[in-house]
T-cell receptor, first 115, second 112 residues
Framework: NAGVTQTPKFQVLKTGQSMTLQCAQD?????MSWYRQDPGMGLRLIHY???????DQGEVPNGYNVSRSTTEDFPLRLLSAAPSQTSVYFC??????????????FGPGTRLTVT | GQQLNQSPQSMFIQEGEDVSMNCTSS?????WLWYKQDPGEGPVLLIA?????ELTSNGRLTAQFGITRKDSFLNISASIPSDVGIYFC????????????FGKGTLLTVNP
């Protein structure tokens, strides 16, 4: 199993550009999430999905869009990049069983810089 | 929203020393988890706690779920250089509430 994979690993964008961060998992996990990590801020939830076709907003959703058409993939779209979106982005997944609901497995991250 | 206070923010210790860090919250959590993040990598789950009062070990790591459900601590015994990294606590809600709230992390440096 590859676990949770993210592409690209690094990206530089100009203000106003759009792009999609890719996330895939091969563990047949129901739940997937996107976080951003900024210095001194810990991990903040952007959007999450509890299954294919179902998404919801997290703590900091503005400027980001998600969709979940398959169990495996959960892409994050930046609609019009802003310098405030410079961050490290992590995708995570979790089994759908309530007993281990919170055991999230993280990808390696995408380091995004917006100039 | 819910917030976790994690302390200390950073620690600098000698190899072989024991380490203790903790997380407190004004809200009750049903699950407490501890993650470690190496530089340039994603967080890795170390220990998950599901019951108030539960004490769980994973090798040299021991974590406890506070009896009030508002706190948790992590101990690392006999630290080694590869323990270096950022340790995060996270709290999870009840039922099918999937969302986690993360602390801001403790940066651990181990001097060989």
């Amino acid at each position: 199993n590859a676990g949770v994979t993210q592409t690209p690993k690094f990206q530089v964008l100009k203000t106003g550009q759009s792009m999609t961060l890719q996330c895939a998992q091969d563990m047949n996990h129901e739940y997937m999430s996107w976080y951003r990590q900024d210095p001194g801020m810990g991990l903040r939830l952007i959007h999450y999905s509890v299954g294919a076709g179902i998404t919801d907003q997290g703590e900091v959703p503005n400027g980001y869009n998600v969709s979940r058409s398959t169990t495996e993939d959960f892409p994050l779209r930046l609609l019009s990049a802003a310098p405030s979106q410079t961050s490290v982005y992590f995708c995570a997944s979790s089994p759908g069983r309530v007993a281990v609901l919170h055991e999230q497995y993280f990808g390696p991250g995408t380091r995004l810089t917006v100039t | 929203g819910q917030q976790l206070n994690q302390s200390p923010q950073s620690m600098f210790i000698q190899e072989g020393e024991d380490v203790s860090m903790n997380c407190t919250s004004s809200s009750i959590f049903n699950t407490w988890l501890w993650y470690k993040q190496d530089p340039g990598e994603g967080p890795v789950l170390l220990i998950a706690l599901y019951k108030a009062g539960e004490l769980t070990s994973n090798g040299r790591l021991t974590a406890q779920f506070g009896i009030t459900r508002k706190d948790s601590f992590l101990n690392i015994s006999a630290s080694i250089p590869s323990d270096v990294g950022i340790y995060f606590c996270a709290g999870g809600g009840g039922g099918s509430n999937y969302k986690l709230t993360f602390g801001k992390g403790t940066l651990l440096t181990v001097n060989p």
